[in-house]
């Protein structure tokens, strides 16, 4: 039986409109044992709380665990309805601390990948994901997020195996065929944020400016790709660290690809999970870019883990703050064009919905994604756009500060902007933040500031127009130096034309050698004419993958 020991020091948080007020969860110590033959997890707790009234009881959540309490334990506990209560005559401003063991067959939350497949290509891993509030489903914490934990962490693993997990790694130690992994924090976080991953993982190191460790994990068979894959590691953390303007505020900063990851990536406090698919050699890296899921992370170390939100009601402060701050770092990266041309069709799908009457408010419970992310991001573009580079960069920054490893609702970013701004803001909040529908009008103004906007917009508007009628546009989009977004959608206006007149379109379009709208020849065009045929054949020669397997087919 291989095992591992995972060993994990929390400060629990519990359910916010009673307990917060009642107890306060301050640090969990845990020994935890993953059997990889049962799929079980096992382990013992030690939990230390402050209570701020006189009470009798204090709980825990957990899904399916029996719980062992510790022999002699002055407390009374007990397992009832997915909560371990630990009761006794708990007296104001003291601190406790209770201890049990707990073993469980996890359902969702911490997952055995690969153990039944003996594939010796594909090594097993183990990873976890409590995205919300599911961590309880593998360790008893607290689904509320709004009590705040510390987490020291120890795990013993096979000795071929790598763990990487929150926080510092203070030692290793060797025992027999295990490897003993002790890592420590330093400040509280979400119970939620709880992660570790165990695998066949390679190393690579770097540091930040201001001397943060950077350590960036590969699958030891995809060593070969580090440099494609993280290309953007360290600029991506350097340009979020300079344009928040507030330290990095954790210990360090560590990624891993995961494989059957449920989603792109997962911010745990100090360590990003993220999918496999990201994993790309040169040519792969021009089809998919981990860019934006790498700056989108990150920034919720900042926007999410240091700084959370109380409730899913408020959670745009989290995703949206992520949102645009990823895009911040795309807009560096790549450029004007790229960043307007993305926030442009983010407008699109935005008005869509809205215009169907499906728009959502963004200060509301149950949102879909696209109100969360895109318009939260659209509503701080333009609340940036109102009060000006300066006010919005000293707000955020007063707002980090003040709420520091805190919970925070909408209205307590909104009033550190008006302090700032000096004026109220409730015309932007009535719009932007609880209205459902989407400021098109608003959104449309600000895009159109940009040339590279305009000169596209006024494109798009020859989509239903004859052939004959544009033919001289669509050309001129294909001009050298052509331009990514022009040169594409000049391509994919050609569609169901006749074929004999846009022969010399798709030539020059082929000729411009750019490999997106080349790109754009191979996924539009389904019948090749044999004038075209050793032009097409040369889409084959691109560095791309997706280029390539939509010209053979």
Request: with cysteine; net charge negative.
């Amino acid at each position: 039986m291989m095992k591992v020991l995972l060993v994990i020091v929390i400060s629990a948080h519990i359910c916010w409109g009673q307990q917060t007020e009642k107890v306060d969860f301050l640090e969990m110590n845990a020994s935890v044992e993953m059997d990889t033959l049962d799929y079980a997890v096992k382990g013992h707790v030690e939990i230390t709380f402050k209570t701020l009234q006189n009470i009798d009881s204090v709980y825990l959540d957990l899904v399916n665990m029996k719980i062992e309490p510790k022999e002699n334990s002055p407390y009374k506990i007990v397992e009832d309805n997915n909560k371990i209560w630990i009761t006794s005559n708990f007296k104001k401003d003291n601190e406790y601390t209770a201890e049990f063991s707990y073993k469980c067959q996890p359902q969702q939350a911490l997952y055995f990948v690969g153990f039944e497949s003996g594939i010796k290509a594909y090594p097993s891993q183990i990873w976890t994901q409590g995205q919300g509030k599911y961590t309880s489903h593998w360790l008893p914490s607290l689904d509320d997020r709004n009590d705040k934990l510390i987490f020291n962490i120890s795990y013993l693993a096979p000795k071929n195996y790598e763990v990487i997990a929150n926080g510092k790694l203070m030692r290793t130690q060797t025992k027999a065929n295990h490897k003993l992994w002790q890592f420590e924090m330093l400040n509280p976080m979400s119970s939620y944020l709880v992660g570790v991953v165990m695998g066949d993982f390679k190393q690579m190191k770097s540091k930040s400016k201001q001397g943060t460790p950077l350590q960036m994990y590969l699958e030891t068979k995809h060593a070969d790709k580090a440099s494609s894959t993280y290309k953007y590691h360290d600029e991506i953390f350097k340009f979020l660290e300079y344009k928040i303007n507030i330290n990095y505020p954790w210990q360090n900063f560590k990624q891993v690809p995961v494989r059957d990851f449920l989603y792109a990536g997962m911010e745990n406090t100090s360590l990003n999970t993220f999918s496999e698919e990201f994993v790309v050699d040169e040519t792969g890296a021009n089809d998919k870019s981990f860019v934006n899921i790498q700056a989108h992370e990150l920034a919720h170390q900042w926007f999410g883990n240091m700084v959370t939100a109380t409730s899913s009601k408020h959670h745009w402060l989290q995703e949206g703050f992520a949102t645009f701050y990823a895009l911040e770092v795309e807009r560096d990266i790549f450029g004007e064009d790229y960043y307007f041309f993305k926030i442009f069709k983010t407008a699109e799908e935005l008005k869509t919905l809205s215009d169907k009457g499906k728009g959502q408010a963004l200060v509301s419970t149950g949102a879909s994604s696209l109100t969360y992310y895109q318009k939260g991001a659209w509503a701080l573009i333009l609340l940036r756009d109102m009060v000006g580079e300066t006010v919005f960069q000293k707000a955020v920054e007063n707002y980090l500060n003040t709420f520091a490893f805190k919970t925070v609702t909408t209205e307590d970013f909104m009033t550190e902007v008006e302090l700032v701004y000096g004026k109220s803001l409730q015309n932007f909040k009535d719009k932007w933040l609880y209205q459902t529908s989407f400021q098109s009008k608003e959104a449309l103004e600000f895009l159109k500031s940009n040339a590279f906007i305009q000169e596209y917009m006024k494109l798009v508007a020859f989509r239903e127009i004859r052939l004959a009628l544009k033919i001289d546009q669509l050309d001129e989009a294909l001009d050298f130096p052509v331009n990514d977004y022009l040169g594409q959608e000049a391509v994919y206006q050609l569609n169901n034309e006749d074929i004999e007149k846009t022969i010399p379109l798709y030539k020059k379009a082929l000729e411009t050698n750019n490999l997106y709208v080349r790109q754009a020849v191979a996924n539009s065009l389904t019948s090749i004419p044999k004038a075209l045929k050793t032009d097409y054949e040369s889409l084959l020669d691109d560095e791309s993958s997706t280029t390539k397997e939509n010209a053979l087919l």
